[in-house]
């Protein structure tokens, strides 16, 4: 009879695939993407409207809209930044009733609203961004 045995290959180091490299920093703590600026703005825009709650496809269509893009901004970006920017504070967010969308025939929406904290990043960038930096068109700074 022969006995085999069992190889058991040594532990992955996370450290080593660049991909996993989670305890790098990509940008300094504190400061925001354009994409999370714009999204700032469509937030203030939408709340100066009256309409102080939006959902992530109605900020993408706006972004496309304002921006002059021929596509919507690409899912997971979009909702990656709507979250890391809820984790920051700088948005709020809430399922909405679950029987309002079911009399409209479509999933429930997750809906936003921008926070103090948001609204102070947003003047903050406004007035650190080098001046090629402007507002989409059709948003006006608060």
């Not at 009879?1 to 991909?19: E, Y």
């Not at 496309?64 to 596509?71: N, T």
Request: glycine share 8%; hydrophobic share 40%; proline share 7%.
């Amino acid at each position: 009879m022969k006995v085999g045995f069992v190889v058991v290959p040594p532990a992955l180091d996370f450290r080593q695939i660049s991909s996993y490299k989670c305890l790098m920093v990509r940008r300094k703590p504190g400061t925001i993407l354009p994409l999370e600026a714009a999204i700032l703005e469509v937030a203030t825009a939408r709340n100066r409207a009256g309409d102080a709650e939006f959902h992530g496809f109605l900020a993408a269509k706006e972004l496309r809209d304002r921006d002059g893009a021929r596509a919507l901004t690409a899912h997971g970006t979009l909702y990656k930044a709507l979250d890391r920017m809820e984790t920051a504070g700088l948005l709020d967010s809430r399922w909405e009733d679950p029987d309002e969308a079911a009399a409209e025939g479509r999933p429930r929406r997750r809906l936003y609203r921008i926070t103090g904290a948001g609204e102070r990043t947003l003047a903050e960038f406004r007035a650190s961004a080098p001046t090629a930096w402007r507002p989409s068109p059709g948003i006006a700074p608060a």
